[in-house]
């Protein structure tokens, strides 16, 4: 190649460098992006929840009444409690009545449960359990929140009583003493992650609470649900979760959205 050559292919590949970065757009972040009204109803056209509502922020709140035994609200979660699964599935005819609870979904000896939407990093729990079986050492019964590839980076609320680190279904570390499961004992449990910190909730108030950077690495968008392992055979007639849900994923779920977060980002 002549050194005229060489000037000539130098000055083509500063023409096409600079036409790239003329191409790149400016993006701007979603925090000041608002969903209009038709874009909120969208979003809640995804779920089939008892009660629904969400702010034109994103934040939304989905009320499960599992003891209307109404099926189609196991269609937001997998795996779906209408498959016949001795992990997760509806309770039959008389069985996980108890006092206070008509029905529901019942799990069992060792499981995963997850709602299919994706949350920012500011979503809060709260559930109501009922066990058939009186406890034993070890049990989980977890209420979750998971991120990163694969869902692997998982923190939970052991019943409240415990925040716990896990490792595919099993508890591998935390804050707290494990929960003393009794028979047909009520307990009101759930988690509050906000702010960067993860709180473990027992009657609606906050039992442990951490913000380590280990416990919550990599902290990122991710779902919700519930993981349990050992002696357990019980109940949720019922579940509130309420968050930011994550406007990514809503978009490519909704197209119309996702052009109008193109257009947004452009700006």
């Given at each position: 190649m002549t050194r005229v050559q060489s000037m000539a292919m130098m000055m083509l590949l500063c023409v096409l460098t600079a036409d790239v970065v003329t191409a790149t757009p400016e993006i701007?972040?979603?925090?000041?992006?608002?969903?209009?009204?038709?874009?909120?109803?969208?979003?809640?056209?995804?779920?089939?929840?008892?009660?629904?509502?969400?702010?034109?922020?994103?934040?939304?709140?989905?009320?499960?009444?599992?003891?209307?035994?109404?099926?189609?609200l196991g269609d937001d979660w997998f795996p779906s409690p209408a498959v016949r699964s001795a992990e997760v599935r509806w309770s039959r005819n008389y069985e996980g009545i108890s006092e206070g609870v008509s029905g529901g979904v019942i799990i069992s000896d060792s499981g995963q449960w997850f709602h299919d939407a994706v949350w920012q990093p500011d979503v809060r729990v709260e559930a109501t359990y009922v066990s058939f079986l009186g406890g034993s050492r070890g049990d989980l019964v977890a209420a979750v929140f998971a991120w990163g590839k694969s869902l692997r980076q998982r923190v939970g609320s052991n019943l409240g009583t415990q925040l716990v680190r896990?490792?595919?279904?099993?508890?591998?570390?935390?804050?707290?003493?494990?929960?003393?499961?009794?028979y047909e004992e009520h307990t009101k449990?759930?988690?509050?992650?906000?702010?960067g910190s993860f709180s473990s909730l027992l009657n609606g108030y906050a039992k442990h609470q951490s913000d380590s950077k280990k416990l919550l690495k990599k902290l990122d968008s991710g779902q919700v649900g519930f993981i349990w392992r050992g002696t357990i055979?019980?109940?949720?007639?019922?579940?509130?979760?309420?968050?930011?849900i994550d406007i990514a994923w809503a978009a490519q779920q909704i197209p119309?959205?996702?052009k109008r977060i193109e257009a947004h980002q452009k700006k």
């Open positions: 701007t972040s979603l925090s000041d992006f608002t969903l209009t009204e038709a874009e909120q109803e969208r979003v809640l056209d995804l779920f089939q929840a008892t009660r629904e509502k969400i702010s034109p922020d994103g934040t939304l709140e989905l009320t499960y009444d599992f003891e209307t035994e109404d099926r189609s896990i490792s595919g279904t099993k508890a591998v570390g935390g804050m707290g003493k494990a929960p003393v499961i009794c449990f759930g988690f509050e992650l906000k702010n055979n019980g109940i949720v007639p019922k579940l509130k979760i309420t968050g930011k119309s959205l996702q």
